[in-house]
């Protein structure tokens, strides 16, 4: 076989492995979609695309009198826009730390790292709950947000700090030279040359806790503080709950400000997803 009917079968392969993985990522959102406009409550007589297609789930997502919807989505939003914030600033730091400077306990400290981030945050739940009791941040946002921002510490540390190994220290001995501290190094020389990897920290640390679950599920007790993922279980997991139709309207709602996040990021995300993946 010539090297051109070699390639052609390649090409092919390769469509058909993307036209497989496209079916299965796209279907089921077709369905939650389709399932949305569905009359009813039901998903037993749902279709794809429904015949009678309504917007009834979205409204009455929207009515405070029949849902508190509004309130988990700012409750998530809350959390989510909060736990980016902080673990952009302290990831920004303790990367910078490791990838710069040389001291005592930083290959240590790296390896820790690299373990922690291999146990997920809900393999220490009972440790998290009884530490959130003695603390007294049970049913509250603040103890969600700082386990949320201490779980995104080590994996994104390393994932940064590969990145920040890739900047020329040179520049730091230039502004050195120049007069230039520690803290304007940093925010004046690295920072704006790190914008990549920044925009990936943020988006990952902005989704976590925006899909998460089940840490949220065993800190929070209130519903008045639930988050969407809490919320929406409980349209769907209480003794007469049968609210599915109205679970997938929520459900599709989940996706616009992850979605506006990154298409924001999205020049940043490959180069600093990237860049970021070497370790050392």
């Known amino acids: 076989m010539d090297m051109k009917g070699q390639k052609l079968i390649r090409l092919t392969l390769s469509y058909a492995v993307v036209l497989v993985m496209t079916i299965i990522i796209v279907y089921p959102l077709l369905w939650v979609v389709g399932s949305s406009f569905n009359p009813g409550q039901s998903l037993s ?5 429904p015949d009678n297609a ?3 789930h979205y409204k009455k997502l929207f009515d405070t009198s029949q849902s508190d919807y509004l309130t988990w989505y700012w409750n998530s939003l ?3 826009t909060l736990t980016m ?3 952009v600033i302290l990831v920004s730091l303790t990367a910078y730390s490791f990838s710069r400077y040389r001291f005592v306990g930083r ?3 790296l390896m820790t790292f690299l373990i922690l981030q291999m146990i997920p945050n809900f393999a220490a739940l009972i440790a998290i709950f009884i530490l959130a009791l003695l603390t ?4 509250t946002h603040l103890g969600l947000i700082l386990v949320y921002v201490g779980g995104a510490i080590p994996m994104n540390t390393w994932l940064m700090k590969g990145y920040l190994d890739t900047i020329p220290k040179e520049l730091d001995e230039s502004a050195k030279i120049d007069g230039a501290g520690h803290l304007r190094i940093f925010f004046q020389i690295v920072l704006p040359l790190a914008k990549p990897i920044i925009a990936v920290v943020a988006l990952f640390t902005f989704i976590a806790p925006f899909g998460d679950f089940i840490l949220a599920s065993v800190l929070l007790r209130s519903k008045e503080k639930y988050t969407l993922a809490v919320g929406l279980y409980d349209l769907v997991a209480k003794q007469f709950g049968s609210e599915f139709t109205t679970f997938a309207a929520g459900s599709v709602l989940i996706a616009v400000p992850i979605a506006i996040l990154f298409l924001s990021f999205q020049k940043y995300f490959v180069s600093g997803l990237t860049a970021g993946g070497t370790k050392g």
């Open 136 to 139: 007294g941040l049970v049913d």
């Open 78 to 80: 809350k959390i989510a």
């Open 85 to 87: 914030i902080f673990s």
């Open 54 to 56: 309504t917007l009834a």
């Open 107 to 109: 290959q240590n400290g």
């Open 45 to 49: 007589g749902s279709k794809m695309i």
